[in-house]
């Protein structure tokens, strides 16, 4: 069936959810398609312990502010849920769900977003699918002969499934610490970094890191010199379990190996660890894929954006992927503004 409306938002997560706040503001009627077939977004499949960087407070969309978490002064995932399923419901939302969207196509003055449902026709796209259904897997050789289990951060859930195992987390990021610090008490963990790990000081959450970033982008904007914003503080923010394993020595980080062996792992120097699995806390990709009837791709992966507006197809915005779509806009905090800017300007635009 085809059906048409003003604006399509791709993906019903903090980002599709930011952009229908400000779209119902402004008047404008559209529709959110989610895959998921609950609220929610990626914060469903989170990892038991997975607590926010911030208070409640500063972990908020436009409109609501977070309520606090009895015993938590960071919410964890279940608790964001909650809150991302409440905000949906509060502001009447239009979303659909479950509705998995193949692809986005040029169809004359309008963008024609295909699903496994229905054809929707639109002046406006604005996709934020996010990166979380897309890990990276690094390229790293001897992955058919090691013969232990191997998963990413998506796959990952408690240390309960992995007691007692020799265990490798591989990743020197936000994730691969706090998995790390999560196996470090019944695992024999090995955990390896690609460049030594950088702690952010101990009173950095994610308020200070947003600011941060803002303060970037705003000296980017202006011509000022590159701050490099959260890159200048550190890479891993020490949240309290983080913090604990590593004032206990917990987590002391070995150099990237050079290559998978049948036990284990093999460094350039010939020295081995043997794992019965290893987590790839590698990073994650945009999820795109929808958009590749557009051609817009540039060679590293990115659409290329002046905001969030896609600069070869201004029809087309782009939500929460990243800084390079607005300042911390991957975050709770963060994707409020550009989700905004998205808004007014798509507005303008159909006005």
């Not at 993906?11 to 529709?31: E, I, K, M, P, T």
């Amino acid at each position: 069936m085809s059906r048409r409306t003003q604006v399509v938002v791709i993906g019903g997560g903090q980002a599709g959810l930011a952009a229908g706040y400000h779209l119902r503001r402004l008047g404008l009627d559209f529709v959110i398609l989610d895959a998921q077939t609950t609220p929610g977004g990626a914060w469903q499949q989170a990892w038991d312990s997975l607590h926010l960087f911030s208070p409640a407070a500063y972990s908020s969309l436009p409109g609501r502010l977070m309520p606090t978490q009895a015993g938590e002064t960071c919410p964890d995932a279940r608790h964001v849920v909650e809150y991302l399923a409440d905000y949906e419901k509060r502001y009447g939302l239009p979303v659909e769900r479950p509705v998995r969207v193949t692809g986005v196509h040029r169809d004359g003055q309008l963008l024609r977003v295909e699903t496994d449902s229905d054809t929707w026709h639109a002046p406006a796209v604005i996709s934020a699918t996010g990166t979380w259904w897309r890990p990276f897997l690094p390229a790293i050789p001897g992955h058919p002969a090691f013969g232990g289990g191997q998963l990413h951060t998506v796959e990952y859930r408690s240390p309960a499934d992995f007691a007692g195992q020799r265990v490798i987390v591989v990743g020197g990021g936000n994730s691969g610490a706090q998995i790390a610090a999560d196996l470090a008490y019944n695992t024999r963990l090995t955990w390896v970094t690609q460049r030594p790990p950088r702690f952010l000081a101990d009173d950095i959450d994610g308020r200070a890191l947003f600011d941060v970033a803002t303060a970037r982008r705003r000296a980017l904007d202006e011509g000022r010199t590159d701050t490099r914003g959260v890159a200048s503080l550190g890479g891993i923010v020490a949240v309290p379990p983080v913090r604990e394993a590593r004032d206990h020595g917990l987590l002391k980080a070995k150099p990237m190996f050079s290559r998978l062996v049948s036990g284990g792992v093999e460094w350039s120097d010939g020295t081995h660890a043997e794992a019965d699995v290893i987590i790839w806390c590698t990073g994650f990709r945009p999820t795109l894929a929808h958009l590749a009837p557009l051609q817009l791709r540039g060679r590293r992966g990115h659409i290329a954006t002046e905001g969030t507006q896609a600069v070869h197809e201004p029809r087309l915005h782009l939500l929460g992927y990243g800084d390079w779509t607005g300042p911390a806009s991957a975050t709770l905090i963060g994707v409020g503004r550009p989700a905004r800017d998205a808004a007014r300007q798509i507005a303008e635009i159909l006005s």
